[in-house]
């Protein structure tokens, strides 16, 4: 099954902004993880980018994963690139 990167961005004051939001998202992406389709998902150190690897077939579930999230609903998450990735090891 293909795979696929995605690096995105922060909104200013993430801590504070995505309280609210929190719980529905760690809640959405352990049900992604349970079905197989996210690998693994978080933030850099210093919270200002995010990344992912996904397993899916075809960049729209992708897409549609990322754009259903609360984070990306509210703003948390302010832009985002995925990209089909090759594992070379």
Known sequence: MPKYV????YCENVLERRAPYRQAHLDGLAAQK??????????TTDLTKVFGIYEADDEIVVRRLIENDPYWQHGIWTEYQVYEWTQAF
């Open 34 to 43: 349970a079905a197989g389709t996210l690998v693994t998902l978080g933030p």
């Open 6 to 9: 995605m690096w995105g961005s």
